[in-house]
C-alpha cells in the first residue's frame, strides 16, 4: 500500500533564502508525483507535476525533483517570498487510474 | 486548465440533516473525484464519480452515507447523510481533463455541523 510523508511538517525561514521540501513514497512503482500548494481555508493549486520519465521540472523560482528508485521528491524554492507562505503538499497514483494519495504537507512560513 | 466551481463555499448545518455540494467544471473532463479534509489533516479520497453509474467508493466510505451523482462529463454532486459533527471538514471537487495530467481542484465546501 503507497505511503507519503513529507517533512518537515512545519519551517519558518526569513524572506530571500531558499529552501526544500521534501516527499517520500514507498512503492516506487509511480508514473508521476504532483506538488500542491493549499492556502488558508482554500482549494489546492497545482505547481508541478514530474512524469516517471522526468528528473526535474521548472515553473518559475519552483523546481520539483523525482528520483523514482530511491522513492524520494524534492520541491525547492528560490529566493523566498512572503507570499509563498501555504501548505505544500505531494501526491503520487494510488493504483493506476489518476486516483491520488497525499502526504500530510509541509507548512511554510515566510518571515518578512 | 479547467476552471471548477464548487457551491456552496461554506455552510453550517444542524446535526441529523443532509447537504448536497455541487462540482461544475467548464469543459469535459474524464474523471471526477470527492476528497474530504479534516480539521488539520491533509485530504482524503471519498470515491470516484463516474459518469453515468455509481461512484466507485474507497475503503471507509459507503454510498448511504455519501451519495454521488455525475450525470454528465462536466458536473457531479456529492451529498453528505445524517450528518453530525464528525462530518464537520472541507469537501472537495478535483477533476482529471486527460489521463497522466495534473489533478485540478475546486475551491472546498467548509462545512461545520453543530
Known amino acids: 500500500k503507497q505511503e507519503v510523508t513529507q517533512i518537515p511538517a512545519a519551517l519558518s525561514v526569513p524572506e530571500g533564502e531558499n529552501l526544500v521540501l521534501n516527499c517520500s513514497f514507498t512503492d516506487s512503482a509511480i508514473y508521476n508525483l504532483q506538488w500542491f500548494r493549499q492556502d488558508p481555508g482554500k482549494g489546492l493549486t497545482s505547481l508541478l507535476l514530474?512524469?516517471?520519465?522526468?528528473r526535474e521540472q521548472t515553473s518559475g523560482r519552483l523546481n520539483a525533483s523525482l528520483d523514482k528508485s530511491s522513492g524520494r521528491s524534492t520541491l525547492y524554492i528560490a529566493a523566498s517570498q512572503p507570499g509563498d507562505s501555504a501548505t505544500y503538499l505531494c501526491?503520487?497514483?494510488?493504483?493506476?487510474?489518476?486516483?491520488?494519495?497525499f502526504g500530510k504537507g509541509t507548512r511554510l512560513h515566510i518571515l518578512p | 486548465s479547467a476552471v471548477i466551481s464548487q457551491k456552496p463555499s461554506r455552510d453550517i448545518c444542524q446535526r441529523g440533516t443532509s447537504l448536497t455540494i455541487q462540482c461544475q467544471v467548464d469543459s469535459q473532463v474524464t474523471m471526477m473525484f470527492w476528497y474530504r479534509q479534516q480539521p488539520g489533516q491533509s485530504l482524503t479520497l471519498i470515491a470516484t464519480?463516474?459518469?453515468?453509474?455509481?461512484?466507485?467508493?474507497e475503503s471507509g466510505f459507503v454510498i448511504d452515507k455519501f451519495p454521488i451523482s455525475r450525470p454528465n462529463l462536466t458536473f457531479s454532486t456529492l451529498t453528505v447523510s445524517n450528518m453530525s459533527p464528525e462530518d464537520s471538514s472541507i469537501y472537495l471537487c478535483?477533476?482529471?481533463?486527460?489521463?497522466?495530467?495534473?489533478?485540478?481542484f475546486g475551491d472546498g465546501t467548509r462545512l461545520s455541523i453543530l
Open positions: 464519480a463516474n459518469q453515468g453509474s455509481e461512484a466507485t467508493y
Open positions: 501526491a503520487v497514483p494510488m493504483d493506476g487510474d489518476d486516483k491520488i494519495i
Open positions: 478535483s477533476v482529471v481533463t486527460e489521463s497522466n495530467q495534473p489533478q485540478h
Open positions: 514530474i512524469q516517471s520519465s522526468q
